[in-house]
C-alpha cells in the first residue's frame, strides 16, 4: 500500500477506537497523540558560493495506549532529504512499573547524540557521531527497566537484525546484532550515559563503545560524547569520533522571541568505513573490500537558536560550520563550509 495514504488510514482507525476499561476497572483513554516535526532550511557554501533550500524532515507520528499495559508508535518521515521513509514503528508491553518490552522497527539504544529526535537537536545539522558514526535504526526487540537509587537509572538492552529497514522479507541470518545503554541521572543536572553496539553490515563484525555525560540546568547545557569503533579482523583501522558543546539560554521579555540560546560545538571523527565492501570502482561488491567513506576531519560550529512562543514548538537554528580536513581528504558536496538558517517547527 501506498505510504502516502496509509498514514491517513491509520489515523482514521485509531481516533475511531473509543475509550476502554482496563482489568481492574480503571478507564485507558485510547485517543491517539498525534506529533509532527518539519525542518526546512537553507544552507550557503561560502567557498563554493553556492546555496539550496531543502526540507530535511517532515515527520509525523502517532502513537498512544491500548490497554494500561500496551501501547504502540507509528511513525513516518514524509520528507527525509526528500524521501518517504518508515522510521518507528513498534509495540510496547509494560507487565510490571519500570520494565517494558518492545518489539518492532526502532532507533538502538545507543550514544546520545545520534538518539535524538530531529526537533531535540541542537544545531541545524547532526554531529558526526549522529550522523556518520553511530547511528543504527533496525528492526528488533528491546528491554528496558528504570528505578531509582535515590536518582533515576534507565537500562536497555536490544537484539536486531542487522537488516536495516528496507530488507526485511527475505532477510535471515545466524548473526546476533545487538545494543545496550545505561543512563544515569544524578542530582543536580548531570548526566552519565554508556553504551555499547555490535553491528555486521557485511561479512566483517564491528564492534563500537560510547561514553558520553552532560550537564543540564540553569539554562545551561554542556556535553561531551567520545566513541570508539573497532572492526573485525583488522579490516579497517579503529574510528574515534568526538562530539563536545555548550549552549546556554537567555530569557527574553517583551519580545517576539521568549528566548535566544548562543551555541558553540566541536566535533571530530577519524577516517571511517560504513562497514561495507566495494570494488575499485566504488560499486557494492562481495569480493571488495572496506574504504574509506568519510574522510577524517574535524569541525567547529558556531551559531544562535531564536525560540518563539506558540502552542507547538517552534526554533529557528542559526549556524556557520567550518570544516577542517586532513591532507589527500576529498569532502563530500555537502560537508564544506557552510551558512545555515532552519526552521524548526514541532507540533
Not at 557552510?338 to 507540533?347: D, G, I, S
Request: overall charge neutral.
Amino acid at each position: 500500500m501506498d505510504k502516502r495514504i496509509l498514514l491517513p488510514m491509520l489515523f482514521a482507525f485509531f481516533a475511531s477506537l473509543p475509550v476502554a476499561a482496563g482489568d481492574d476497572g480503571d478507564e485507558v483513554d485510547r485517543t491517539p497523540e498525534v506529533h509532527g516535526t518539519i525542518r526546512g532550511k537553507y544552507e550557503f557554501q561560502t567557498e563554493e558560493g553556492e546555496g539550496r533550500f531543502q526540507v530535511r524532515n517532515a515527520r509525523v507520528s502517532l502513537d498512544g495506549d491500548l490497554t494500561k499495559v500496551v501501547s504502540y508508535k507509528v511513525e513516518i518521515d514524509l520528507s527525509d532529504e526528500g524521501k518517504i521513509k518508515m522510521l518507528d514503528t513498534y509495540t510496547r508491553i509494560k507487565p510490571v512499573r519500570g520494565l517494558d518490552f518492545t518489539i518492532g522497527q526502532m532507533r538502538a539504544p545507543f550514544t546520545i547524540d545520534a538518539h535524538r529526535s530531529p526537533h531535540l537537536q541542537y544545531f541545524a545539522n547532526r554531529s558526526f557521531i549522529a550522523k556518520q558514526v553511530g547511528n543504527v535504526r533496525d528492526v528488533g526487540a528491546t528491554l528496558g527497566y528504570s528505578f531509582n537509587v535515590g536518582f533515576p537509572i534507565i537500562l536497555q538492552a536490544g537484539m536486531f537484525n542487522g537488516s536495516g529497514l528496507t530488507n526485511q522479507k527475505d532477510f535471515w541470518t545466524s548473526n546476533v546484532n545487538f545494543s545496550a545503554k545505561a543512563q544515569f541521572f544524578f542530582p543536580r543536572g548531570f548526566n552519565l550515559t554508556l553504551s555499547t553496539q555490535k553491528i555486521r553490515p557485511d561479512d566483517v563484525s564491528v564492534m563500537m563503545y560510547d561514553a558520553g555525560a552532560y550537564y543540564h540546568a540553569h539554562g545551561w547545557h554542556a556535553e561531551v560524547e567520545y566513541l570508539y569503533k573497532h572492526y573485525g579482523h583488522g579490516a579497517f583501522k579503529p574510528v574515534h569520533a568526538l562530539d563536545a558543546f555548550v549552549s546556554y539560554d537567555i530569557p527574553l521579555r517583551r519580545c517576539f522571541f521568549t528566548k535566544v540560546s548562543p551555541l558553540v560545538r566541536y566535533d571530530y571523527m577519524s577516517d571511517h568505513s560504513d562497514g561495507l565492501r566495494y570494488n575499485a570502482d566504488g560499486d557494492e561488491d562481495a569480493d571488495g573490500r572496506l574504504v574509506i567513506n568519510d574522510y577524517r576531519r574535524s569541525r567547529l560550529t558556531g551559531g544562535v537558536t531564536l525560540s518563539l512562543d506558540l502552542p507547538f514548538v517552534s526554533d529557528i537554528r542559526l549556524n556557520y560550520e567550518k570544516y577542517f580536513y586532513r591532507d589527500g581528504a576529498v569532502a563530500k558536496p555537502s560537508e564544506r563550509d557552510k551558512v545555515v538558517v532552519e526552521f524548526m517547527t514541532r507540533f
